[in-house]
């Protein structure tokens, strides 16, 4: 199976499904929207493609670029392309196999849930993903499946190694208007490249670490990784026991060869410093004179739009900042007459479990490269009303019970808040979606204010509801008031200088 000329992509086009391949695709013969029926998978499916075209065409600069996102290529030159690479793409290769490592020294096969994240960790699972999930997978699957476990999913714990971008970065995509358009607008021209890693050119002749082996115990600097051997990183020892002759695939449902099992093995080695991700946002503090960078990821039940700003705003000083992913640094130049649409994922984890994953798409309007400011100010707002609902219920539910200090009340308090929270955002996020799609990023005052008035019913109706239930109990009079007090105060405070008489 190769990728670069097999059909392994599942694409759905007016309800027919059909799994086309990489030239098909970039040559504009067939089309469709990546259909997979799990939404990490289909999200990591999207990464290895964006990887592959990277890999395989990188413009000079947003002028071919431009062209690349117009026209399909033709034939000839996807051929071209590829020659050089047959070698890196090739699930089955005898010596060199896609993101594997011959001869891995194992007692025992894995089987090949072990692949999809979060489908054979922790408990529970059952209620999340549907028995027989990842008991086989086709080539396509299992070659997403070993690309989103080096990139994006925690790792196998216990001494492996995870990805370059750490245990569950959030991963930002710009969406085209097809998926061709998708691709394109992923990947990073030479001037960019040169840009976000000074050590493109001198990287650029280098070939993955599943070809050109690190050897174990090695030590070295991130910027010893160029463009197209980061984005194919393998970070741990995998190898895919050989396929069977035909099988249902557990992720896609077709019949085709499948791979059961894999071996894999601890390997150890350093990376100093971060890699700069084309798809990830990253944040730093400069601590005793030394910078350290991160990843962001979803650490909390909070909702992506929270992290909005982290992840397309920069904001440079001398103590911290943060900057967005080079894709979207390169999109500022030349996406600014529109808006812009960006697919965000990535998962939640605690350690090697899954907690929760994330595919989501945002709608950012016209502005949004220039005003950075504003997006900041609808979330601060966001979260600002959150917390004033917060802070009055907290106000309330210590003033009711009889011994808040308890270990049990604190408890109780806690369960209260989370849960009017998680509400709270349930509620308002829609809104979110909207406001930031719809903004005039130039003159945002009145949407500004009209969001700020929904969000204040939104935040008077949930704490109407929560404490209602207790208005019959005269003890609970006092806490009560003093509650609504708290409410008013900080509500008040929200408002704008103008409105506040
Ligand atoms: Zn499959």
């Given at each position: 199976?190769?990728?670069?000329?097999?059909?392994?992509?599942?694409?759905?086009?007016?309800?027919?499904?059909?799994?086309?391949?990489?030239?098909?695709?970039?040559?504009?013969?067939?089309?469709?929207?990546?259909?997979?029926?799990?939404?990490?998978?289909?999200?990591?499916?999207?990464?290895?493609?964006?990887?592959?075209?990277?890999?395989?065409?990188?413009?000079?600069?947003?002028?071919?670029?431009?062209?690349?996102?117009?026209?399909?290529?033709?034939?000839?030159?996807?051929?071209?392309?590829?020659?050089?690479?047959?070698?890196?793409?090739?699930?089955?290769?005898?010596?060199?196999?896609?993101?594997?490592?011959?001869?891995?020294?194992?007692?025992?096969?894995?089987?090949?849930?072990?692949?999809?994240?979060?489908?054979?960790?922790?408990?529970?699972?059952?209620?999340?993903?549907?028995?027989?999930?990842?008991?086989?997978?086709?080539?396509?699957?299992?070659?997403?499946?070993?690309?989103?476990?080096?990139?994006?999913?925690?790792?196998?714990?216990?001494?492996?190694?995870?990805?370059?971008?750490?245990?569950?970065?959030?991963?930002?995509?710009?969406?085209?208007?097809?998926?061709?358009?998708?691709?394109?607008?992923?990947?990073?021209?030479?001037?960019?490249?040169?840009?976000?890693?000074?050590?493109?050119?001198?990287?650029?002749?280098?070939?993955?670490?599943?070809?050109?082996?690190?050897?174990?115990?090695?030590?070295?600097?991130?910027?010893?990784?160029?463009?197209?051997?980061?984005?194919?990183?393998?970070?741990?020892?995998?190898?895919?026991?050989?396929?069977?002759?035909?099988?249902?695939?557990?992720?896609?449902?077709?019949?085709?060869?499948?791979?059961?099992?894999?071996?894999?093995?601890?390997?150890?080695?350093?990376?100093?410093?971060?890699?700069?991700?084309?798809?990830?946002?990253?944040?730093?503090?400069?601590?005793?004179?030394?910078?350290?960078?991160?990843?962001?990821?979803?650490?909390?039940?909070?909702?992506?739009?929270?992290?909005?700003?982290?992840?397309?705003?920069?904001?440079?000083?001398?103590?911290?900042?943060?900057?967005?992913?080079?894709?979207?640094?390169?999109?500022?130049?030349?996406?600014?007459?529109?808006?812009?649409?960006?697919?965000?994922?990535?998962?939640?984890?605690?350690?090697?479990?899954?907690?929760?994953?994330?595919?989501?798409?945002?709608?950012?309007?016209?502005?949004?490269?220039?005003?950075?400011?504003?997006?900041?100010k609808i979330?601060e707002g966001g979260l600002a009303y959150k917390t004033a609902l917060?802070k009055s219920?907290?106000?309330?539910?210590?003033?009711?019970?009889?011994?808040?200090?308890?270990?049990?009340?604190?408890?109780?308090?806690?369960?209260?808040?989370?849960?009017?929270?998680?509400?709270?955002?349930?509620?308002?996020?829609?809104?979110?979606?909207?406001?930031?799609?719809?903004?005039?990023?130039?003159?945002p005052d009145s949407t500004l204010q009209a969001l700020n008035r929904k969000l204040k019913t939104v935040v008077i109706?949930?704490?109407?509801?929560?404490?209602?239930?207790?208005?019959?109990?005269?003890?609970?009079?006092?806490?009560?008031?003093?509650?609504?007090r708290s409410l008013h105060k900080s509500l008040k405070e929200l408002e704008p200088e103008g409105a506040k008489a």
């Amino acid at each position: 199976m190769n990728l670069l000329t097999d059909a392994w992509i599942p694409v759905q086009q007016q309800g027919s499904y059909q799994k086309i391949g990489l030239q098909q695709l970039l040559c504009g013969e067939a089309s469709g929207e990546l259909c997979l029926p799990r939404d990490d998978m289909e999200l990591a499916g999207l990464q290895l493609l964006c990887a592959i075209t990277q890999v395989l065409f990188t413009p000079k600069d947003k002028k071919e670029l431009g062209r690349f996102v117009q026209q399909p290529l033709t034939p000839e030159n996807y051929a071209e392309a590829c020659k050089s690479k047959m070698d890196w793409f090739d699930l089955d290769h005898p010596q060199t196999p896609f993101m594997q490592i011959r001869g891995v020294d194992a007692k025992e096969p894995t089987p090949m849930d072990k692949l999809l994240a979060g489908v054979a960790d922790g408990t529970n699972k059952t209620f999340v993903n549907p028995p027989g999930l990842g008991e086989a997978l086709c080539g396509g699957c299992a070659a997403i499946a070993l690309f989103n476990v080096a990139n994006n999913a925690p790792s196998m714990g216990g001494g492996f190694k995870g990805s370059l971008r750490g245990s569950t970065p959030i991963t930002v995509l710009i969406k085209g208007n097809d998926l061709r358009q998708t691709l394109w607008l992923n990947v990073l021209t030479e001037e960019t490249a040169e840009s976000v890693m000074p050590w493109y050119q001198a990287t650029n002749n280098q070939r993955p670490n599943y070809l050109d082996t690190v050897k174990a115990g090695d030590k070295f600097p991130a910027s010893a990784i160029g463009l197209a051997r980061g984005l194919l990183w393998q970070p741990a020892h995998f190898e895919l026991l050989p396929a069977q002759k035909t099988g249902i695939c557990s992720c896609c449902g077709c019949d085709e060869p499948v791979y059961r099992g894999f071996k894999k093995a601890k390997f150890n080695y350093t990376v100093e410093g971060v890699w700069p991700h084309p798809l990830s946002s990253r944040t730093f503090t400069v601590k005793k004179g030394e910078k350290e960078e991160r990843f962001p990821s979803f650490t909390t039940t909070a909702p992506t739009w929270t992290h909005l700003s982290k992840l397309v705003v920069d904001q440079l000083d001398d103590k911290q900042g943060q900057q967005a992913a080079p894709v979207l640094q390169q999109a500022r130049t030349f996406m600014t007459a529109n808006k812009i649409q960006l697919i965000i994922g990535g998962y939640r984890n605690n350690q090697a479990t899954v907690l929760e994953r994330r595919h989501e798409f945002f709608s950012l309007a016209q502005g949004w490269a220039e005003h950075g400011l504003v997006i900041h100010k609808i979330i601060e707002g966001g979260l600002a009303y959150k917390t004033a609902l917060r802070k009055s219920l907290f106000t309330f539910v210590s003033g009711a019970l009889v011994n808040p200090g308890s270990k049990s009340s604190r408890d109780k308090i806690s369960e209260i808040c989370g849960c009017i929270e998680a509400v709270y955002y349930q509620q308002t996020e829609h809104l979110l979606h909207q406001v930031f799609a719809e903004v005039k990023f130039a003159a945002p005052d009145s949407t500004l204010q009209a969001l700020n008035r929904k969000l204040k019913t939104v935040v008077i109706d949930l704490f109407e509801q929560a404490t209602t239930p207790y208005r019959q109990e005269p003890k609970m009079l006092k806490a009560l008031a003093l509650a609504r007090r708290s409410l008013h105060k900080s509500l008040k405070e929200l408002e704008p200088e103008g409105a506040k008489a």
